[in-house]
């Protein structure tokens, strides 16, 4: 399935696919990979609205994680200065990646093109090094009906 167990897992989907409950899952049916923590981005964007940049550095650190609901957020701002945090952190993430092979997953509603215009080229050919894709089908049922 060209699943690298090197990289992090990006599982893309509509809405109510089950994307965070599989990730909440996970751990107990690969149980020797690290475990990682689940974070919403919103959770993110608001601790970067309170406390500022150092949220970034904060998420950029040698923990494992697993950003939720990646393009919900809202455009952070700390005294007035504007911010793609998610986009920072990622960029942060690849760096960790790179230099000790630090995993970081994620999950998203938005397509690949939706992605790129919401973080740039820039983060999201990043991405495609940091991640192995899962993408389910249109046809996914909505698991909340």
């Not at 998610?86 to 998203?108: N, Q």
């Amino acid at each position: 399935m060209n699943i690298n167990p090197n990289k992090g897992i990006f599982i893309i989907s509509s809405f109510s696919c089950g994307k965070t409950t599989l990730m909440k899952l996970l751990p107990y049916m690969v149980p020797y990979q690290r475990n990682y923590e689940i974070i919403p981005v919103r959770n993110m964007v608001f601790m970067f609205n309170n406390l500022g940049f150092n949220v970034i550095e904060q998420y950029g650190n040698n923990k494992y994680y697993c950003f939720d609901d990646i393009g919900v957020e809202a455009v952070g701002r700390h005294y007035g200065k504007d911010c793609n945090v998610v986009g920072e952190i990622l960029l942060s993430r690849y760096d960790l990646f790179l230099k000790h092979k630090i995993k970081t997953h994620a999950t998203t509603n938005l397509n690949a093109q939706e992605l790129e215009e919401r973080y740039g080229n820039r983060v999201r050919s990043r991405m495609r090094q940091l991640f192995s894709l899962i993408a389910f089908g249109e046809e996914s049922e909505d698991k909340r009906k």
